[in-house]
Structures are given as structure tokens and as C-alpha cells.
């Protein structure tokens, strides 16, 4: 069995919003201290760590590459598993986007060093 499982994504007009999630309930716990993040890959770039959402039960801490802050929330919890709210979307924001975990106690900005991925959830941003 898969640890992720991801859901939404789609098209959307620039300044529009998308929501994305991802169930992963053998990694999130309140038991111990999670990584959870979502990473993307648009055309010509690196792939991208955007968010990252970590603790007990991912009630610790949040953080957010300058690219993404203060237009994308993260979220999650053990019972409803991870999400990302992406509002103010531009043309730049179109790739793919994987809902990523690890058990690290620290987690980590870049991608590779991620253990568990998603299967991917594509995000078009048109004009």
C-alpha cells in the first residue's frame, strides 16, 4: 500500500486559487515528529521544495520558499492529512506538484532528501 495518496489539482486562470491534498496516514502522528511537504517541478526548474509542514501531529512549525510565501498555506493533521491552499496563482506556479513525507526530525529543503512521495498532481495556471 501506498504511504501517499494524492487528490486535486487542474486548471485555473491567473490570480485564481487551487487546492491541493494528500491522505498519508501511516506517517502523520501525534506518536512522534513528522516531516510532511509539498514539492513541485515546473518546466525548466529545479524541483522545489514550497512547503513544508513538520511536529506531533504537523502542529509545530511551517515554512514556505520566498517563491510561494505569503499566496500558499499548508496544512494538515493525522485525522484529514495534508493540504495546500494556493491562491493567487500565476503562470509561474504551473508544474507539478508532489504531497512529500520523511521522519526526519529535521526536515530537510531539498527535494532528494525527501524518503516518501506522492504520485503527482498537475497545476495549470493559464492567462
Known amino acids: 500500500e501506498d504511504e501517499i495518496a494524492q487528490h486535486g489539482g487542474g486548471s485555473v486562470q491567473v490570480g485564481g486559487s487551487l487546492r491541493l491534498s494528500c491522505s498519508a496516514s501511516?506517517?502523520?502522528?501525534?506518536?512522534?515528529?513528522?516531516?510532511m511537504g509539498w514539492i513541485r517541478q515546473t518546466p525548466g526548474k529545479e524541483r522545489e521544495v514550497v512547503a513544508i509542514?513538520?511536529?506531533?501531529?504537523?502542529?509545530?512549525?511551517t515554512e514556505y520558499s520566498d517563491s510561494v510565501k505569503g499566496r500558499f498555506t499548508i496544512s494538515g493533521d493525522t485525522k484529514n492529512g495534508l493540504f495546500l491552499q494556493m491562491d493567487s496563482l500565476n503562470a509561474e506556479d504551473s508544474g507539478t506538484y508532489y504531497c512529500?513525507?520523511?521522519?526526519?526530525?529535521?526536515?530537510?529543503?531539498?527535494?532528494?532528501?525527501?524518503?516518501?512521495w506522492g504520485q503527482g498532481s498537475q497545476v495549470t495556471v493559464s492567462s
Open positions: 501511516k506517517i502523520i502522528t501525534v506518536n512522534a515528529r513528522r516531516c
Open positions: 512529500a513525507g520523511d521522519t526526519a526530525t529535521s526536515c530537510s529543503n531539498a527535494p532528494a532528501d525527501w524518503r516518501y
Open positions: 509542514a513538520s511536529g506531533y501531529g504537523l502542529a509545530h512549525y
